[in-house]
């Protein structure tokens, strides 16, 4: 089955560990995330999460 086309707007988020996701622009926040100011396509923003999250482990592990 092929994937539905996705025209939605999504916006990149991160949570107080620097740990990223997408979220869609038009819903409320969850709680504990923040807009980190890109906005785009789901894979325009899974692209930016795939230059800017470099390393995986939480904030408070990197010592």
Not at 21 to 28: E, K, M, P
Not at 43 to 63: F, N, Y
Request: charged share 30%; net charge negative.
């Amino acid at each position: 089955m092929p994937e539905l086309e996705d025209d939605r707007l999504y916006v990149v988020v991160a949570n107080h560990e620097e740990q990223y996701s997408i979220w869609l622009a038009d819903r409320d926040m969850a709680p504990g995330w923040l807009e980190t100011g890109f906005r785009g396509s789901r894979q325009e923003c899974l692209d930016h999460i795939a230059k800017v999250w470099t390393d995986m482990r939480p904030r408070s592990s990197r010592g």
